[in-house]
């Protein structure tokens, strides 16, 4: 059904594009790249022949698939996200191909001493014989969410290509900014045109995901008093020790590197700052509100550790919400899901549900008006240099949005 090779060119294209937003950018889209990926898609959806295809001038491209059915279908939209991580380098991005993966290690050549092992990632012994496409060791790949970008792209190709396909009016949108929080931040429901959606972001194959994490992002700023380090006896207070004491006391227990399945976290992604003050960024998640005021509360507790050390200094936390779990708003509309669960029967994919310790643009998306569950589209170590994806894993998330399409005007 899908083109395999039309689908593979796209992916290794797109993941070429240096997209990477900045969380420290106050514009948006937070980097200008974001726009060189956009009007590459634009133009390709107006040479697809497909309608009311614009980019507007926060970096959101929007296209819609007429209908080709008489009969009243409900719009149903596909969204993937433009932009890479910061995490890692996403400028220069060379993927390979590794054929017919045999199940061994993958040597990345641009660095020897970075391997994509088995031992590592056992999914890697679901995928042999599969076509593994990687990065060269020095970059991350981008599957995240450029996969998803190429499969929407090449699913609407295969409509309009097959008229006899038969399907309601597919609204498509792809966004900039997802990875620093932002992603729909000037998102436009009713331009969009459709009242669900499913994202394509990230995960193996079989992944349905209608639970994420609630999330607020938190930012510590402690406050020093400066002075000349030559006369500072009895009169500085070094900001930058501040920071380095909160972070030696968070709870060991509740971060990333400690936590699984449903376990909450607090998670610090970035310090920065002198002696009279520093900053760090922070990020809190739990699949419940009451998990992150849990959270939050622990974060009060260091800091009035901290300030038992340094009683001369300041500590401020600011709390800002992010995103909700979008179970609350889903469950409301349960044939979103059932729609899904039809379209991975018919592509012969068993659906594995599970919570994701993320969020998707469908997180926030939900509590605007369009419940936005989450489909899998192939990128495995995500935010990673060991980071790939399965082009058959890739395909059948293709194919997911096509049965998608026939389901609903089946029902």
């Known amino acids: 059904m899908i083109n395999r090779d039309e689908l593979l060119e796209r992916f290794t294209r797109y993941v070429k594009i240096y997209t990477t937003s900045d969380e420290e950018s106050t514009t948006f889209p937070s980097t200008s790249r974001q726009f060189d990926l956009a009007k590459i898609l634009v133009a390709e959806l107006k040479a697809m022949g497909l309608k009311e295809v614009e980019l507007d001038e926060f970096g959101y491209v929007y296209a819609r698939v007429p209908s080709n059915v008489e009969k009243s279908v409900p719009p149903v939209g596909f969204i993937a996200h433009m932009d890479t991580a910061p995490a890692e380098g996403g400028e220069n991005v060379k993927p390979q191909v590794v054929r017919n993966y045999d199940g061994g290690d993958i040597q990345l050549p641009g660095d020897p001493g970075v391997v994509i092992s088995p031992k590592e990632n056992p999914i890697l012994k679901e995928l042999v014989g599969n076509d593994l496409i990687t990065t060269d060791g020095t970059t991350l790949l981008g599957a995240d969410d450029k996969a998803g970008v190429a499969e929407i792209m090449t699913a609407a190709a295969y409509m309009v290509a097959h008229p006899e396909f038969k399907h309601g009016e597919i609204c498509i949108a792809f966004t900039p900014d997802e990875e620093v929080g932002r992603g729909v931040d000037h998102f436009d429901v009713k331009k969009f045109g459709a009242g669900f959606a499913y994202t394509l972001d990230g ?3 079989g992944e349905l995901e209608d639970e994420t994490f609630c999330a607020d992002g938190a930012e510590v700023i402690c406050k020093g008093i400066n002075v000349h380090p030559g006369y500072a006896k ?4 070094n900001a930058i020790r501040m920071a380095g004491l909160f972070m030696t006391l ?52 260091v800091r009035q550790q901290v300030l038992e050390k340094f009683p001369r200094g300041e500590i401020e936390i600011v709390i800002k919400e992010q995103y909700r779990n979008m179970k609350e708003v889903l469950d409301q509309h349960p044939e979103i899901m059932e ?22 643009d469908g997180s926030r998306l939900t509590f605007m008006g369009v419940p936005t569950p989450n489909v899998f589209a192939g990128s495995i170590n995500m935010h990673s240099k060991k980071e790939f994806a399965s082009l058959q894993t890739m395909e059948k998330s293709a194919e997911i949005i096509l049965h998608i399409a026939s389901v609903l005007v089946e029902a």
Do not use: C, Q, W
């Open 339 to 360: 729609t899904a669960r039809k379209a991975f029967e018919k592509a012969g994919i068993t659906p594995i549900h599970k919570p994701i310790r993320g969020g998707t």
């Open 203 to 205: 995960g193996r194959l």
């Open 234 to 237: 009895d009169k500085m207070v």
């Open 250 to 301: 968070l709870d060991e227990k509740t971060l990333p590197e400690t936590t699984e399945k449903r376990e909450n976290y607090y998670h610090a992604t970035g310090i920065k700052g002198m002696e009279n003050e520093t900053v760090i960024n922070m990020i809190v998640r739990s699949f419940t509100v009451d998990g992150l005021k849990d959270r939050e509360k622990d974060l009060e507790r």
